[in-house]
């Protein structure tokens, strides 16, 4: 075993001097196969689960140490910590017959120790470039920690707030949310993945997760080729363009096909058309789940499915592992498929460099040294003021004077440290979080007094104190309600029926509206939430979502106008939950609302209109649009147009604003959206400050798939419209030859 050891480490140094010729990786590749068993090559595609305990422990048994010394054990998820990833690859590259190192991998989604806001409030910013920041940030705090994966970024497409995990994605929106997935690869893969703080991104899940009918997790998704390749698929692709080396497959199935087990997805789509040549992993057991599916009868059976259709590592289910072997030998699978699948998980160790250095990402020092450092924290609050979007703001309420006499705190969220680090928080802990009463305390003045009173429970009836409440509100020239949702009330299974506020804080707001003060609204949450009745209520409207680790003081910037909000929303609030779907690109139909006409598109009950529209935010300044055009009159289907407007600071303040491009295409031959996005850019103007904002709109951006299931460009007439948000702007107009 020794001697073979050697052999191979002789091996991969000679080729190392020839690594720039295109051939090499292949060739090395080569020669590791050759040498390797049936069940070495099954181990590269078995992730198994560690115990994800503080990293001064064990992490794993006996008998994961076994198959690690068997080579059977490609990948761990759920280890954290430099010394045991250093303890655990060891035992792997020295005692195993081959030493092939093993990947460790991580939910990494918005922060490893830091805790940024969560993706849906990042995409809130409409500022990729700020997002690669984080992402940077994040991996580096996690490689630190000894993670050389993340199953990030989440760009599944949500258009139904009652799914717990669209707190994890970019909204509705396949443009918006393409940027922040090519945001996110690039900052957790660095330009050079093989560099120190880099770690490999995973694009999931592939495909239409976020298309779960009812909005209720793990459930099917039953939609047309043409809404997949157009809405739900964007986001992967662009993942892929950025570089992305997995991909993780989604759990639902499509049209009744599990996308686990969904060949024309994960090979035709993904491997032929889209050139990907990374691996993709399941899901958490998917691989098993196929029988729940009922397409599979036995696990073997399950494997077999996963492993033809592209599957490459099977998560935590063993099955690959355990069945597939058997299942080689009595020829139910070929080698070349199995192959194939272990090719694709050497290539992407090969190219993170785990092969030059295994202990690449097992440095003790440098986890001290890098993690919650000030410039991560810093970061982290920038990130947060800009997630944080102002929906209401009546007769300028907000900014608050640091001068104010008293300030009445209410609400369950108002000293809470855990609910802001929100659903999948990594290794963010709670007593680094900065709350929001301590981030008012750091900004009022000492004659300023803060009156905190929690209210009510999240949820149930104990510790109701709304008398208690009234009391203080009623000491008070302002009052700040802090109310919403509980971490565990979004992310993973964490679907809801209803997107009202939880237990009793309705009940609450209605008793300190009626003492007649004027309330500030901050919301604490993972989704779009239903506020009709709570907009009525309030003077401000704070969205807040799950900010993470500089919680507090990201919120008392915007509170106090140490910063002017510039957040705009990813994703539309509907007045009530009858109302989903409700987005911006939807389709017109053949009978479009119309509010003189009954027998139109429409409720009886409620208007169509979201209560705030994809792309909409305020500021504590004003914008003007005018003096749209275009390039051109009229341009070929191969040829890009120039759109240009001004925009004008008409306020008193400094202010960001997110401009924002529609297009719609008047006559198709498929029924096309009444206007989608195409372009943004954020700007920065001074008082009085007027700028020209331009975009270049290409081909692609007025494609689509035809009849045909052909992607093309149709002559006819183009309106474009450039404004704040979705439902508000100024339009032009360009014909197509």
Known sequence: MKILSSFIAILFLFTGAVLSQPSTVDRKIDSLMALMTIE??????????????????????????????????????????????????????????????????????????????????????????????????????????????????????????????????????????????????????????????????????????????????????????????????????????????????????????????????????????????????????AIDELRNHRIAATRTDAGLLALNAGVDMDMVAGIYQNEIAEAYRMKQISLEVIDRSVRRVLRTKFAYGLFDNPFRNCDTLREKKDILTPENLALARTVAQQSIVLLKNEKGILPLSKSIGTIALIGPFVDERRHPLGPWSAAGQMENVVTILDGMKSYVPQKTKLLFVKGCATTGDHGFEVNKAVGVAQQSDVVIMVLGEEERMSGEAASRSTLDLPGRQEELLKAIKATGKPIILVLMNGRPLALTREAEDVNAIVESWFLGTQTGNAIADIIFGNVNPSGKLPVSFPRSVGQIPNYSSYKNTGRPFDKSNQFTSRYIDTPNSPLYPFGYGLSYTSFVYSSIGVSSQTIARNQNITVYVDVENIGKRKGDEIVQLYVQDAVASVARPVKQLKGFKKITLEPGEKKKVEFVITPDALAFYNLEMKKVVEPGTFKVFIGGNSVEGIEAKFDVQ
């Open 40 to 285: 070495e090559k099954l181990g590269q595609l078995n992730q198994v689960n560690g115990k994800y305990v503080e990293a001064t422990r064990e992490n794993i048994n006996e008998e994961q140490v076994k198959l690690l010394r068997q080579g059977q054990i490609g990948s761990f998820l759920n280890i954290i910590g430099a010394a045991e990833t250093r303890r655990i690859q060891h035992i792997v590259v020295t005692e195993s017959r081959l030493g092939i190192p093993v990947l460790f991998g991580l939910d990494v989604i918005h922060g490893f120790k830091t805790i940024f806001p969560i993706p849906l409030a990042e995409a809130s910013t409409w500022n990729p470039e700020l997002i690669e920041q984080e992402a940077c940030v994040s991996a580096r705090e996690a490689s630190a920690a000894g993670i050389d994966w993340t199953f990030a970024p989440m760009v599944d497409i949500a258009r139904d707030p009652r799914w717990g995990r669209i707190a994890e994605g970019a909204g509705e929106d396949p443009y918006l949310g393409s940027a922040m997935a090519v945001a996110r690869v690039k900052g957790f893969q660095g330009k050079d993945v093989r560099a120190q703080g880099s770690i490999l991104a995973c694009a999931k899940h592939f495909a239409a997760y976020g298309a779960a009918e009812g909005g209720r997790d793990y459930n099917s998704a039953e939609i047309s080729e043409r809404t997949l390749r157009e809405v739900y698929l964007p986001p992967f692709k662009a993942a892929i363009d950025a570089g992305v080396w997995t991909f993780m497959s989604a759990f639902n199935d499509i049209a009744g096909v599990p996308c686990t087990a969904n060949q024309w997805l994960l090979t035709n789509v993904l491997r032929n058309e889209w050139a990907f040549k990374g691996f993709v992993v399941s899901d958490w057991n």
